[in-house]
């Protein structure tokens, strides 16, 4: 298990309910095992979870478990429904993993701003 992860995001903005119900609305981003974001780290074996939170993120407003897309890659993939992101605002992104029971969380700060739909 790594002592630190860092992660990015493909999509910084996301309107919540202004989008079709559909299995291609996708959350992704990707995990490296270095903070200049060079090596991406392998996931195999490991659950991925993705979570919200604001202010002082000591409180969830969203801890969704995600999919692997290309584990060797280190990429994953939230699909994205119509109850699946928070109320509108801007949320601090962290990305855990998990194995055999131990835990590492991303150590860099990623935003995202989730707005409301028309």
Known sequence: MPLGIYHTLDQTILHN????????????????SDIGKTVAFDTTGYTIKL???QGNGKADALNKTCTATVAASGTWYLSVTSNTLPTAGLYNVFVE?????????SLNRVELLVKRGP
């Open 51 to 53: 979570r919200l939170s």
């Open 97 to 105: 993993l998990s194995k055999s029971g131990t835990v590492v969380t």
């Open 17 to 32: 309910d202004n989008y079709s119900d559909v299995a291609g609305f996708k959350l992704t981003g990707t995990i490296y």
